[in-house]
């Protein structure tokens, strides 16, 4: 029935590439005897035509013309080896009018016929954990593995069809570029880019790039293996992040101690010396400065206090961070106020607060933030005088800025960064008390809220606090 | 011959130290010693500086023969101190005994490159502190000769 549906049928017969002919019903109607010599299989029976249509690997051959033009085809070879040819599609009229499919099959250099040996090579890509392609001498790409496949979704064929640079991030096609030399000259060559995946993100393959030689040691391509990466490249950046965190929390940790020890000796100091002096003037029959030196015990022993209270407060903190929440700032104020309502009537403070908005942070940490500020400007007044203390708000790109003002005593600028540091004092403990913790726990908690904080301030002229928190909501 | 002998004045000492307590422990230590010596006391660096190049509320002050040091002062620290003092032709001959409980290499390390004359750390105990005053006193006006301005 067939070969008489073949026009020119005794020119495909001597024809010396492979030819095989589908009629309109998708049947193979005709192949030439070169094809017969290519691939084993004979139509001297119907059966073999059967499995001329069944053998060709369903995945990568149909006859829907998918292929068109140049594309890569793998089958078996009758005897059970892979072949693997260029084909080439094109309409043929048959001799009954009926439109068929005509296609020529061109062996691949260097990976013609495929053998039992290399049937295995295709078997092991396709078990192979690695992402694997092949390419021709042309950088055409005409194999993909089972790991590609799945990782782009697409089956071979769309595969073949679709440049594979493609799929690679438009930020990272330069870096294909950047290649072209190495490539040009044939050399091995490895390198990183994001590669679409099938469910449309991006990820991170490492890709090595080795050239194929033909049994005449020619160049016949490349073959390339890549790996997803994404992983181990985030869990560097983590680990990157985290040892530079350790390190900035080391050296706190280090200046902490240093400086804790010696002002916690400071009072020990005290206690200790005049502890040992009374008992020498009592041991002396002295027992005239007994009451001044016992002020420097007990006075010791309160600084001690104070001190341990406010390390304890900067621990707590640095330590003990709740996840951020949406914080109405009246409320911290109204809270840090209430703490503080003993100075507040002691200083004849006047204090005005605007409307505050609400944010994302850490309410703990923003009643301590607060309260610290309000403190020093209520500590830091102007003697003989009202003190008034202003508290406003604004909001510049994507911060809040808060602002504490007051008329107390000012700062002279030399010392506006010195402040925020652990331990700094301005005064004496006889001009003012205090432990120099205050600001350093205010400069973490703002720095944990993604801000800054800084001071505007001139001696004699009140001083203006600022912070910044970064709106998250 | 020593200082106590050969000079009619009085010995001068200019303590720059921020703690009270410090203030009345060396107050008490010296009151120990045989020969009297005339404390002035200043307690932060800032007003250290003021004394020695007799500025502001100082013009009256009088040049000590030496200087006992706390690193760790209000305003300006002992360091700072330290830097413009040694930087200046004639303040820079007064000996400054470094006193502080700072233990840390980098405090002596910076305190001597600043060229500090001795570094001497606060004992915690009172014999111990009042024996350390008393060794200063010996050394630096009974053992060593010091400049005539």
Redesign the interface.
């Known amino acids: 029935m067939s070969a008489d549906l073949i026009p020119n049928k005794a020119f495909f017969d001597t024809y010396n590439e492979a030819v095989l002919i589908f009629s309109d019903k998708q049947q193979v109607i005709y192949i030439n005897p070169a094809f017969t010599y290519l691939t084993g299989f004979g139509l001297q029976h119907p059966f073999e035509m059967q499995a001329l249509s069944e053998l060709l690997i369903p995945d990568t051959f149909e006859a829907d013309g998918l292929f068109k033009n140049r594309a890569y085809l793998s089958f078996s070879k009758k005897d059970g080896a892979l072949l693997k040819a260029k084909v080439s599609e094109s309409d043929i009229v048959l001799s009954d009018q009926s439109k068929g499919k005509f296609y020529t099959f061109n062996l691949l250099p260097g990976l013609d016929v495929i053998t039992g040996g290399e049937r295995k090579f295709y078997e092991l890509a396709d078990a192979s954990p690695a992402m694997i392609f092949l390419q021709d001498e042309n950088e055409q790409a005409f194999y993909f593995n089972n790991s590609w496949l799945t990782y782009t979704g697409k089956t071979l064929k769309q595969q073949q069809n679709l440049l594979w640079k493609n799929l690679v991030h438009p930020d990272d096609i330069r870096i294909l570029e950047d290649l072209a030399p190495t490539i040009t000259r044939r050399k091995s060559y490895s390198f990183e880019l994001r590669l679409k995946k099938s469910d449309g993100s991006y990820r991170n393959i490492f890709v090595i790039s080795t050239p194929l030689l033909s049994e005449d040691r020619a160049f016949a391509g490349y073959m390339s293996s890549g790996l997803d990466i994404t992983e181990v490249k985030e869990a560097q950046n983590q680990i990157s992040q985290l040892s530079h965190a350790l390190k900035q929390s080391t050296e706190e940790l280090d200046q902490f101690t ?1 400086v804790t020890s ?1 002002d916690l ?2 009072p ?3 206690i ?3 502890i ?2 009374i008992q ?1 003037n009592i041991e002396r029959g002295n027992l005239a400065n007994l009451d ?2 016992m002020g ?1 015990v007990l ?2 022993a309160s600084r001690m206090q104070m001190l341990i209270a406010d390390l304890l407060h900067l621990s707590r903190v640095t330590r003990k961070t709740a996840p951020f929440a949406a914080v109405n700032i009246n409320d911290v104020i109204h809270v840090a106020l209430s703490h503080l309502s003993k100075a507040v009537t002691a200083g004849k403070a006047e204090i005005t607060c605007e409307n505050m908005p609400t944010i994302m942070g850490d309410t703990y940490q923003l009643v301590s933030l607060f309260e610290n500020l309000l403190e020093n400007a209520l500590k830091f007044r102007t003697l003989d005088t009202l003190s008034k203390i202003t508290i406003s708000a604004g909001q510049k790109d994507d911060k809040y800025i808060f602002q504490i003002k007051d008329n107390g005593i000012g700062i002279d600028y030399k ?1 506006h960064k010195r402040i925020f540091a652990i ?1 700094q ?6 001009e003012y008390e205090g432990t120099g913790i205050g600001l350093a726990v205010c400069k973490k908690i703002v720095e944990r809220h993604g801000g800054e904080i800084w001071v505007e301030s001139e001696p004699g002229k009140g001083s203006a606090f600022y912070f910044s928190i970064k709106n998250n909501s | 011959m020593d200082f106590v002998k050969s000079s009619k004045q009085k010995p001068r000492v200019l303590l720059v130290e921020d703690n009270p307590g410090d203030i009345r422990l060396t107050q008490e230590a010296l009151k120990e010693s045989e020969v009297e010596i005339i404390l002035d006391v200043v307690s932060d660096g800032e007003q250290a500086l003021d004394f020695l190049f007799k500025r502001n509320k100082f013009t009256d002050a009088i040049r000590p023969h030496i200087i006992l040091l706390d690193l760790n002062l209000p305003k300006k620290n002992g360091i700072e101190v330290l830097k413009e003092l040694k930087a200046h032709d004639s303040l820079k001959k007064i000996p400054v005994i470094v006193l502080t409980t700072s233990d840390a290499d980098h405090d002596i390390s910076k305190a001597y490159s600043f060229h500090a004359n001795c570094y001497i750390l606060k004992p915690v105990d009172f014999d111990d502190f009042a024996k350390v005053i008393r060794l200063i006193e010996l050394f630096w006006f009974n053992t060593v000769q010091l400049p005539n301005e």
């Open positions: 240093y010696h000796q400071e020990l100091r005290m200790t010396g005049y040992q002096l020498k001044e030196f420097f006075g010791g010392f331990f004092r301005l005064h004496t403990q006889a």
